[in-house]
């Protein structure tokens, strides 16, 4: 898959670890910046990883700020975005598989760099199961919340 990373600088003592995990797990990485610790705004840079998944250009991405709760929010703006805050591995891979997440958004001030490891694996070895027999639920789900972004 090819997988957006973006982050402000509350996010990029994070992004180098995370890129590494990416490309060890077989994806490619689209690096969307930022590239150092000066301060610069996290919707700017929500907005670059948003515009590569509507436009079909990335897969997934992940959104790394200081909480990761900014960039998620910047990032849930976005018709065809659907990115949550996860510091854990269940909730990484429960919301691509029951609600289709395609953002993961990650708190470089929250998270440690192994549980960041394990948390992005979790989300890209992830997929959506709403597809499957006997999975409908989340599918009709899932449809409910596109139909809130009309």
Known sequence: MKIALACDHGGFPLKGL??????????????????SDAPVDYPDYAEKLGRLLQTGKAERGILLCGSGVGA??????????YAGVCHDT??????VEHDDM????????????ELARETVTAFLNARFLGNDPGQERHARRVA???TLES
């Open 90 to 95: 269940y909730s990484a891979h429960q919301g």
């Open 18 to 35: 995370v890129a590494e995990t990416v490309r060890r797990l077989g994806h490619t990485v689209l690096d969307l910046g930022t590239d």
């Open 102 to 113: 395609n953002v993961l958004c990650l708190g470089a001030r929250i998270i440690g760099p």
């Open 72 to 81: 998620c929010i910047a990032a849930n703006k976005m018709r065809g975005v």
């Open 144 to 146: 409910k919340v596109r």
